[in-house]
């Protein structure tokens, strides 16, 4: 492949990545294939907490749920992703296992049935594979649903969970901290 050919597909990536920022794209699970030889551009993913809108007080009928009023809720009518008030990223609670990456988030849903959730890479040529595992407590729902997400790959992620009256996305930069 000749010098111009690679820095014209580099392009095309690049702009392809700039329009799915933009416009917020989020898409379900998509098939893995084998890592893109391209470099992955993580710098324009902001996963931060401050990032993700809207913020709102405690969910109504939270706390005696067993929410916490010092927690971040990021969300809105009847559903949220809770945060606990000393993180301030989403990959900061990101760890690494044997095949891939492991993260826990709260979800908080006022629904009696479980939210939709999709979990996508949207930095890549080929995105990776990402799944969530909704494990309500036995208090039921509406309440908590304590979900771990996997990913398979360091990248940018959007993660969507969805209820009857209301959606919260939030982003989840996973960075391989043992890699050279």
Same mark, same amino acid.
């Given at each position: 492949?000749?010098?111009?050919?690679?820095?014209?597909?580099?392009?095309?990536?690049?702009?392809?990545?700039?329009?799915?920022s933009?416009?917020?794209?989020?898409?379900?699970?998509?098939?893995?294939?084998?890592?893109?030889?391209?470099?992955?551009?993580?710098?324009?993913?902001?996963?931060?907490?401050?990032?993700?809108?809207?913020?709102?007080?405690?969910?109504?009928?939270?706390?005696?749920?067993?929410?916490?009023?010092?927690?971040?809720y990021?969300?809105?009518r009847?559903?949220?992703?809770a &945060?606990g008030?000393?993180?301030? !990223?989403? /990959?900061? #609670?990101?760890? @690494? =296992? *044997?095949?891939?990456?492991?993260?826990?988030?709260?979800?908080?849903?006022?629904?009696?049935?479980?939210?939709?959730v999709?979990?996508?890479?949207?930095?890549?040529?080929?995105?990776?594979?990402?799944?969530?595992?909704?494990?309500p407590t036995?208090?039921?729902?509406?309440?908590?649903?304590p979900?771990?997400?996997?990913?398979s790959?360091?990248?940018?992620? &959007?993660?969507?969970?969805?209820? !009857?009256? /209301?959606? #919260?996305?939030? @982003? =989840? *930069?996973?960075?391989?901290?043992?890699?050279?």
């Amino acid at each position: 492949m000749s010098r111009s050919s690679r820095a014209a597909q580099w392009l095309c990536f690049l702009m392809a990545g700039c329009v799915l920022s933009l416009f917020g794209c989020n898409g379900s699970n998509t098939t893995a294939g084998p890592p893109s030889p391209l470099r992955t551009v993580t710098s324009a993913c902001d996963d931060s907490i401050a990032a993700a809108a809207p913020h709102a007080t405690v969910p109504p009928g939270a706390v005696q749920a067993g929410l916490s009023a010092t927690d971040v809720y990021i969300g809105s009518r009847g559903i949220w992703f809770a &945060a606990g008030p000393q993180e301030h !990223s989403w /990959g900061q #609670v990101v760890q @690494r =296992v *044997r095949d891939g990456y492991d993260f826990k988030v709260a979800i908080y849903t006022l629904d009696s049935f479980l939210p939709e959730v999709t979990v996508s890479r949207i930095d890549a040529e080929r995105g990776g594979m990402g799944n969530a595992d909704l494990r309500p407590t036995s208090a039921g729902l509406p309440g908590w649903v304590p979900t771990l997400f996997h990913l398979s790959t360091p990248g940018c992620w &959007a993660v969507s969970a969805v209820g !009857s009256k /209301g959606r #919260v996305d939030i @982003r =989840v *930069r996973v960075v391989d901290r043992h890699s050279p």
